[in-house]
C-alpha cells in the first residue's frame, strides 16, 4: 500500500507528496491526484510505481504540516483539480447493522414500535441480496447524493452547520474514490477516510427529510491510501470539546461488516451511464456503525470531529463551525 496526500502552498499552488512514516516526499511533475491517476490510466502503469518513478528530493516535515504548523496546507484527498462540480459525492445507507436500528428508531416514533419499517426492511433485503455471487447482480442498497465536489473538506477545515440546518454531527466512514477513464469505465484509485457530515436532528423529525439532510459539506483524508483492502476495517472515532475527549466509540466497517458486498455497492451506483461520463470524478461514502447523535450528544461551535481507521493513515480532524446567522430567503425571478 501507499499513502498519497494533496497539499497547497501559498505561493507555490499545489502539489502532492507520497508518506513515508514522518516525512511528506513531494513528486515533481504532478500537482493533484487526478492528473497522476490519469495518466497512470492513460499509460497502463499501476499508479503506486508512477508515483515512485516521480519523487522529487524535496521533503516536507509531515508532522508539522499535519499540525497546521506549516505554509503547506492539507487539501481533500482526491478532487477534481479544474472542475469541482465534476466530482460527485454520495453514500450507501443502510449497510451496517447500527445504522439501520438507529432509523429504524426514528421510525417508531411516527409508525409506533414493533413495525418493520421500510430502513430495517431495506437492510434485510441487504442481508438476504446484498453479496451475490462474483460478477452477478444482488440487490440495490440506499443511496444518496451529497453535492458536488465544491462541498468536499480537507483535514482541518472546519464543517460548517449552515442556517437552514437543524444540526449537524460527525459519520465515521470510509470512503472509495474513482475516476472515469475515457472509455467511460470506472477506476477505483483508493480509500479514504471520511466524515460524512449529516443533519441527524432534521433526519430525526421525519426519514422522508433524509435528502435535504446529506446535502452538506463533508471532508475526506488526508491521505488516499492505494491498494488498500475494504474487508474488515476497524477504527475509533470521538468528538473532543476544550481539549477533552467528550465522546468515544468503537466503529467498524469493511465488508465482513456490512449487508452488501463492495462490488455490489460498485455496481449500483455505476450501473447509470451518466455516472460514467469520462474524466468525472466520484467520491462514495460506504456507511457507518456509530455516531455521537445517537447517543445524545449535541455539538457545538468548536467541538472537534476525530476519525481514525487503522491502516488508512492519519485520524482525520475537522472542527464544526455553526452559522448563527439568520437564514435568508432565495427569491427566483421570472423570464
Not at 223 to 247: H, M, P, Q
Not at 282 to 305: N, P, Q
Amino acid at each position: 500500500m501507499m499513502g498519497l496526500i494533496q497539499l497547497r502552498h501559498r505561493e507555490q499552488g499545489r502539489r502532492i507528496a507520497m508518506i513515508d512514516s514522518n516525512t511528506l516526499c513531494l513528486l515533481h511533475d504532478y500537482s493533484s491526484t487526478y492528473a497522476l491517476a490519469w495518466v497512470a490510466i492513460e499509460s497502463g502503469k499501476e499508479i503506486s510505481a508512477l508515483a515512485r518513478e516521480n519523487l522529487s528530493r524535496e521533503r516536507l516535515d509531515y508532522n508539522a504540516v499535519y499540525e497546521g504548523k506549516s505554509d503547506w496546507q492539507i487539501l481533500p484527498a482526491f478532487d477534481h483539480p479544474e472542475e469541482p462540480a465534476r466530482c460527485l459525492v454520495s453514500g450507501t445507507g443502510l449497510t451496517h447493522k447500527a445504522s439501520a436500528a438507529r432509523r429504524q428508531a426514528m421510525h417508531e416514533k411516527d409508525e409506533g414500535p414493533k413495525v418493520i419499517t421500510d430502513s430495517m426492511r431495506m437492510f434485510r433485503w441487504g442481508l438476504e441480496g446484498g453479496r451475490p455471487p462474483a460478477g452477478t447482480i444482488g440487490i440495490q442498497p440506499e443511496w444518496f447524493y451529497k453535492g458536488r465536489g465544491e462541498g468536499l473538506r480537507g483535514h482541518g477545515d472546519p464543517l460548517e452547520v449552515p442556517p437552514y440546518a437543524n444540526d449537524g454531527g460527525e459519520e465515521p466512514e470510509v470512503a472509495g474514490v474513482y475516476l472515469i477513464d475515457p472509455g467511460g469505465h470506472p477506476w477505483r484509485v483508493g480509500l479514504t477516510p471520511g466524515n460524512e457530515f449529516s443533519d441527524h436532528r432534521m433526519e430525526a423529525k421525519n426519514y422522508l427529510y433524509l435528502a435535504p439532510a446529506k446535502l452538506r459539506a463533508c471532508a475526506i483524508g488526508p491521505e488516499l491510501i492505494l491498494g488498500a483492502k475494504f474487508n474488515d476495517v476497524s477504527g475509533r472515532v470521538r468528538i473532543e470539546r476544550a481539549g477533552r475527549t467528550l465522546w468515544s466509540a468503537q466503529i467498524a466497517t469493511g465488508e465482513i461488516n456490512m449487508s452488501h458486498s463492495l462490488a455490489n455497492i460498485e455496481y449500483h451506483h455505476f450501473k447509470y451511464a451518466a455516472h460514467r461520463r469520462p474524466g468525472d470524478v466520484h467520491i462514495h461514502f460506504f456507511g457507518a456503525d456509530a455516531f455521537s447523535f445517537g447517543d445524545g450528544v449535541e455539538l457545538i461551535e468548536g467541538d472537534l470531529m476525530v476519525i481514525e481507521w487503522e491502516g488508512l493513515g492519519r485520524p482525520l480532524r475537522n472542527p464544526i463551525r455553526i452559522d448563527r446567522s439568520p437564514e435568508s430567503y432565495v427569491s427566483v425571478k421570472a423570464m
